[in-house]
């Protein structure tokens, strides 16, 4: 145990020598995350909110619902900015113009389609250059759509179906307007448990590059092979694991290092919220364990640290792609999102999202036993092969 | 019988059909400087890796101060002080980091360590740079502090590996002088290398080695008269020079005599222990000697002789 932690000091004195090392570690993915955060994090805000129009032209009091409540409660949030429009005919000129990026059309019939059986439906019009504002307005309107539909099935089920008292109709545009809340709405962030933009970035651009700086441990063993030391580390009174555990422990440490500095980094120059200290160390510490797993694998595969670099280079990047370090890969079509479970990377993210809702530290677990079962799978066969290559 | 620091016997090692070591054994005393002398691929570094524990072997034995020694043996790894052919250090650091980090491999530590980093850069004179990042050495300074840390946890046993490849004769110069002291000291000392120069000078007992097989082994001396090579003696006579040639035929060291106007070459039995008897018998017979020069066959003649091709082939 001695000599592997001489072995892994001597190693990060090494690195904290090497300049490029601290950039990769810290620098780069930093810089990056604070890119990130300035091109895609203002979409949320004020600066790129979507601009809608609504018409009225039911003038109902269901169709008053939601002009009046549900659509500014979600302005609220500051994700979209509502004006209101005279006609549908105008409004769609706007659109077609560029003034809004999308039209909520409250058809005249909609409060009585609702109260009776017909189709009750809020017409969406869309720019075509704005898709994700109009599919984000057609959510809105088929939130509220829904939710009173299924008011009006789960009265319809309990009342008498030939009812035509008033006072039950009245009863049931109450209870459609106390369901037609916002919250519904306002409450999508909280359900699906995404991180706000800062922290997706700033953890997507940590854990990209932890794959980069675990490299700088094992990797070295073949420029100890290069350099001729390993004879010398060889001949040395040490057993052959002490080598290789101290070059493990330096992916270990370099990696814990870079997250720990980029979490303080981040949370303090960008704000970002990484959540409960506790499971955040545990999903560091198993994604460092990961890292160092996979990457060791690389290693050993490779004749040169040159070689090495490459493919790990390769390897880290395919592998955050699909682990959607750079764009939320859950949200996407198909099986992607399913796919990017073989990643360390989609599970150290899923984790830190898990968290987001504010559910305490212990749904980490899960990601966290996602990622220490790739650290010991890799680190298994790494293992066996680390051995071969401290050979002569 | 003093115990050998290294016993090695019938090492063998093969990469995959090429035999590199084939039945290579010896023994080195206290205090004795071995070389194993052979031309480049002659198998002298895959011999010393397998004695130093860093390869493994196919076959045979090796002990260091009588402990049985394997890649896996940790104690008897201490004995030995290895300096491998390439400049095995790391340029990041200091010439004292890189000291102290091998050192510390080898268990020292606290005051010891310190002290005997302070010797070491003494003795391979880079105190005055111990502080340096060992990238801005020369090459020479880098193959000093090489041989340097091989000395570092006072070994019994010094293994160098052909160590002054690529060096300038000063440095060169310097690592002779050093390797002659400390086996002056007491140290055993493997030495492999190409040049012969190195091997005469240094070694009192020189492996000839080729195709991976110990072709002889002995001193000098007893190398040279094993393939029958003698020692030319060159007189500048006064006098009675074919007198002279009788009475040195005469003598039991002396194989051949010829003569040329006033000069005698003789073909005699070391040379030096046999000078004193032919001056005598060419004082005797009438004749003075004017100059003498004597030439000793060397180690290329005896390498040449067991394997037919010339050391540096």
């Known amino acids: 145990m001695r000599a592997a932690l001489l072995i892994a000091a001597k190693d990060l004195r090494q690195r904290l020598r090497d300049r490029s090392a601290i950039m990769v570690a810290v620098v780069v993915p930093l810089g990056l995350a604070f890119v990130f955060n300035a091109t895609l994090g203002g979409i949320s805000t004020e600066g790129v909110a979507f601009r809608y129009g609504v018409v009225d032209e039911d003038r109902s009091e269901i169709s008053a619902v939601f002009v009046d409540e549900v659509l500014p409660a979600v302005e609220e949030g500051g994700a979209i900015r509502v004006r209101s429009v005279p006609s549908d005919a105008e409004g769609r000129r706007s659109v077609e113009a560029g003034d809004l990026d999308a039209l909520l059309v409250v058809p005249a019939g909609f409060g009585a389609a609702v109260e009776g059986s017909g189709a009750a439906e809020i017409r969406v019009v869309g720019d075509v250059d704005e898709p994700t504002a109009a599919q984000v307005a057609r959510s809105i309107a088929s939130t509220f759509v829904a939710d009173l539909n299924a008011v009006r099935v789960a009265v319809a089920t309990v009342a008498d179906p030939h009812a035509t008292d008033p006072a039950e109709l009245d009863a049931l545009v109450e209870r459609a307007a106390a369901v037609a809340t916002p919250v519904d709405v306002v409450d999508v962030t909280a359900t699906t448990k995404e991180l706000d933009v800062t922290t997706y970035y700033a953890a997507g651009m940590a854990v990209f590059f932890l794959f980069f700086t675990v490299q700088f441990g094992v990797a070295s063993l073949l420029d100890e092979r290069k350099d001729g030391t390993l004879s010398r580390l060889l001949a040395a009174p040490i057993g052959r694991s002490a080598i290789l555990g101290g070059k493990l422990l330096t992916s270990f440490v370099i990696g814990t290092l870079s997250m720990a500095t980029l979490i303080v980094a981040t949370s303090l120059l960008l704000g970002a919220d990484w959540g409960d200290g506790i499971g955040v160390a545990l999903l560091v510490l198993s994604g460092v364990l990961a890292a160092t797993g996979i990457m060791s694998i690389v290693a050993t595969l490779a004749k040169t640290s040159e070689q090495a670099g490459n493919w790990q280079s390769i390897i880290a990047v395919v592998l955050g792609m699909l682990g959607g370090v750079f764009f939320p890969i859950s949200q996407a079509p198909g099986f992607l999102p399913t796919l990017s479970l073989v990643t360390p990377q989609a599970w150290f993210l899923r984790g830190l999202s898990d968290m987001a809702g504010d559910t305490g530290w212990t749904v980490v677990l899960p990601a966290v036993l996602a990622m220490l079962v790739f650290a010991a799978v890799t680190g298994a066969i790494a293992a066996v092969r680390l051995d071969r290559m401290a050979r002569l | ?313």
């Open chain 2, 1 to 313: 019988m003093t115990t050998p620091v290294l016993d090695c016997r019938d090492l063998r090692k093969s990469f995959d059909d090429l035999v590199a070591v084939n039945g290579v054994g010896f023994s080195v005393a206290p205090g004795e400087t071995y070389g194993l002398l052979g031309p480049n691929g002659a198998g002298k570094t895959t011999t010393i890796s397998m004695i130093a524990g860093l390869l493994e072997r196919d076959d045979g034995e090796v002990l260091v101060e009588g402990r049985p020694l394997t890649t896996t043996s940790v104690s008897a790894k201490s004995a030995i002080g290895y300096v491998p052919q390439e400049i095995a250090i790391y340029p990041d650091l200091t010439g004292r980091e890189n000291l102290r980090f091998f050192a510390r491999l080898y268990g020292m530590s606290g005051d010891d360590l310190t002290r005997r980093m302070d010797e070491v850069l003494g003795i391979v004179g880079l105190a005055d740079r111990a502080d340096d990042p060992t990238k801005e050495y020369s090459g020479g300074m880098r193959r000093r502090l090489n041989i340097g840390i091989g000395l570092l946890h006072r070994p019994t046993l010094l293994i160098l590996d052909e160590p002054t490849v690529g060096v300038d004769p000063q440095s060169r110069n310097a690592i002779l002088e050093s390797v002659d002291q400390l086996s002056a000291e007491g140290m055993a000392v493997l030495y492999t290398t190409h040049y012969m120069e190195e091997a005469e000078r240094l070694c009192d007992r020189v492996g000839i080695i080729d195709l991976g097989e110990l072709k002889a082994e002995g001193t000098r001396r007893e190398l040279v008269s094993m393939v029958g090579e003698r020692d030319e003696v060159l007189l500048a006579l006064a006098g009675d020079v074919e007198a002279a040639a009788s009475a040195c035929r005469a003598l039991p060291a002396v194989h051949d005599v010829s003569t040329r106007e006033e000069h005698m070459e003789l073909v005699v039995d070391e040379a030096r222990k046999a000078l004193p008897a032919i001056l005598e018998a060419i004082s005797y017979a009438g004749s003075a000697v004017r100059s003498v020069e004597v030439t000793e066959p060397d180690l290329e003649a005896v390498f040449l002789h067991l394997t037919g091709k010339a050391l540096r082939d």
